[in-house]
């Protein structure tokens, strides 16, 4: 595979940029994407299964909303929404909180990325309740604000040397199954890491200078962990019992991405704040905080507002965004492809070892790769090189939680492309084994 002038580009990029925004998995350097596919610089052609990391739910350029925002270039192009009033913001509005669960009477706060929104959803829990306490857990990733990372608890890397956080912020095991660190199994398990959050609630975390527990429906960094529907149904139970608020960060798992249109959907109940971004706009810069008009009203004027926030160009891009994902039934696609993706895994995890676990929803899927099938010990070294291997045969495929390989496709992918994906994915998994993947690659193949 040609990559000249890939590289190229890295070598420039490496000249000007921090390395700080940046994990580091193979030289791609995109020169143009439709649909499923992704064409780099030099012309190589590649399935994309990370969706510019879960943002291209509608598929690359989705010629609709191509077309809406050249159509709102056209008109005007910003004019800020903390003084003034557009169209486009209201139309999108409308639509979003028809679209998110409750039939309660809700308002919007717009942002520009998921991060920002993870910190206006602080504001707002300790506004609204008077109490300065917020739950997150283990593992979470909810941005990399401050507040945002104050909840986040993924990556020690991420909170080096950069403290003090925001303070009252406590974390718990996210009910972790395939590695439970308590050592338990499905047939004895007592919701260990529920009780954990009561017993703090009984001796040192009043429960009652709690405002919130923040949760992401699916732990996406984490690995993909799907949280068993009783441990979500707990702990809303006590949420609702201590007049906590039960936060749900949908950055990664909305629209459609989990086989509905939310992933809170999955367990059949309805958060009071709703954390909202990435997918939202197909691409554009957006993000949302979704809550009750009463939530919304316990913040000040301008106490969570952004000059760019809302601009029009993502106001159009997002309520495309919402239309496609209706005309083209994609929420019913993610389910039906999903399913079909995992089914095609699970024949490879019967034939490879080496694959751990793969779990899902949707078409958000993890595949765990270990060492061995007793200790389950992370094998992040064949994630790296299965990942660049995979990108030299036509996939990109990334990894995160040190070896989980991260399947996000478009969620207009079809079994043809499913079917190519999994091929490429065996072959590399054969020549992982067959140790053809030298360790040069390494040096590159980083991740997070």
Known sequence: MNTKNCEKIVVEDQKYLSKVSRATYYPLAVKRAKGCI?????????IDLLSSAAVINTGHSHPKIVQAIKNQADQFIQYTSAYMYHKPLVELSKKLIEKTPGNYEKKIIYGLSGSDSSDGAIKLARAFTGRSKIISFIQSYHGSTYGALSMSAVSLGMRENIGPFLPEMYHFNYPTCYRCPYGKEKNSCEL?????????????????????????????????IVPPKIFMTRLYELCKKNNILFVVDEIQTGFGRTGKWF??????????????????????????LVASSEIIASLETLSHAFTNAANPLSCVASSTTIDIIDEEKLVENSKIMGDYFL????????????????RGKGLTIGVDLITDENTKEKNTAAAAKICYRAWEKGLILTFFAKNVLRIQPPLTIDEALIDESVKILDETIEEYMNGDISDDVLKQSKGW
């Open 192 to 224: 260990e890491c529920l009780k954990q959050i009561e017993i703090a609630f009984e001796y040192y975390l009043p429960a009652n200078e709690v405002a919130a527990i923040v949760i992401e429906p699916i732990a996406g960094d984490a690995g993909v």
């Open 38 to 46: 992704v064409e780099d610089e030099d012309g190589n052609e590649f």
């Open 263 to 288: 992933g809170i959907e999955h367990f059949d109940m309805v958060p009071d704040i709703m954390i909202l971004g990435k997918a939202i706009a197909s691409g554009m810069p957006l993000s949302a």
């Open 343 to 358: 089914d095609r895994l699970d024949n490879l995890k019967k034939k490879h070892k080496i694959i751990g676990d793969i």
